[in-house]
């Protein structure tokens, strides 16, 4: 029976990067290791996603000897309201493999990346797997989301009042459609539940670290460190800060203050910034201030910052200024400060975030 390794001793424990569950048992081994993998396909999945994960997760018993301690390892299969052909939205026809009416239990219940419109998601379109997949939960199973795919596991009810990420895009989306889930969408992976057995992964590529973090779980860490490095998948210990945008709330309904959000916009990098911009409101700077962060839930001088935050990393990703001018044009003539807040809000240096993210020389027209 394969014992659950600890995180740090395949990836360090960096906060960004999960959240294990806060009612976690320390019995990681304890129980019978779940091997059954149910990888559901709706019409709204992605095809990458779902591909990407029945590669990882079937490949450790493709790339060495049955080892009988570890059982029969991941079989995993794709599952759906009824077996047979099913052309995802994007066009791309999928075989489903086995009907779920016809799996009485499973041990790890996966739904991909779905395809979610601006309009939101329509809760009770899949009302029969989502009765499934409680059933599952009920027998033991393991529930776990890729990007969106939480939008699905959330109709389970299930996640209400645990912790979950989603991708950051959809954040809000999700957030309004169910309100009662703790939602992170800065995290790469979240693990809940009274037996860590909720698991959401965040934005798209994040199925990497799902992936790995399963077969480290059931089927060994050093399976999870090869698979890593043969399919260059990258646990993103940097968590999803770097990746987010800051786009300041503007539908709170206070017009004052969106008027001001407005004129920050493009003068955030003057001195003074939110002096200037409390003169223009006309109102009293108490007033103001206590509105702004009614409003748009930061303080006006945290709400500058982001803006300049923003337009540096745009300036780090197109242009070769030096980080010290692109500093004095967002607004800091001290240096050293931007550096330091930065990283504060990134999570990662200047440097490193330019390396990062700005479009590598043999990809340049």
Known sequence: MAKWPEIGSFVPAVDAWIMPSPDSSPAHGSGPTPRHV????????????LAGLFDVLRAPALLRPPDPSLGDG?????????????????????????????IEKTDIVIVPSLWVL?????????????????????HGALLCSACTGIFLLAE??????????????????????????????ELVLVVAGDHEELISSG??????????????????????????????????????????????????????IATAQRWLANHFAIANAVDEMVRQSRLAERTFKRRFVIATGLTPIDY???????DAKRRLERTDAPVDEISWRVGYEDAAFFRRLFKRTTGMAPGAYRKRFRIPDFARP
Not at 304 to 310: A, C, I, P, S
């Open 304 to 310: 500058v910052q982001r803006l300049r935050v923003e």
């Open 118 to 138: 601006e309009s939101g998601w329509t809760q009770g379109r899949y009302a029969p797997i989502v009765e499934w997949v409680r059933r599952m939960h009920a």
């Open 203 to 256: 934005a798209s590529n994040t199925w990497h670290d799902l992936a790995l973090y399963l077969i480290a779980r059931f089927v060994g860490a050093a399976d999870a460190q090869e698979l890593a490095r043969r399919f260059a998948l990258q646990w993103h210990q940097d968590g999803l800060t770097p990746f987010m945008i800051f786009e300041g709330k503007l539908d709170h309904g206070d017009a004052e």
């Open 74 to 102: 991941l079989c995993v299969q794709v599952v759906g309201q009824a077996a047979g052909r099913l052309t995802l939205t994007s066009g791309v026809p999928v075989e489903v493999q086995r009907a779920i009416d016809t």
């Open 156 to 185: 389970t009810g299930l996640f209400d009042n645990r912790d979950a990420t989603v991708h950051f895009d959809y954040a809000r989306q999700f957030r309004a459609s169910f309100p009662a889930v703790r939602t992170h969408p």
């Open 38 to 49: 149910s990888l559901v396909a709706l019409p709204e999945a992605a095809v990458s996603t």
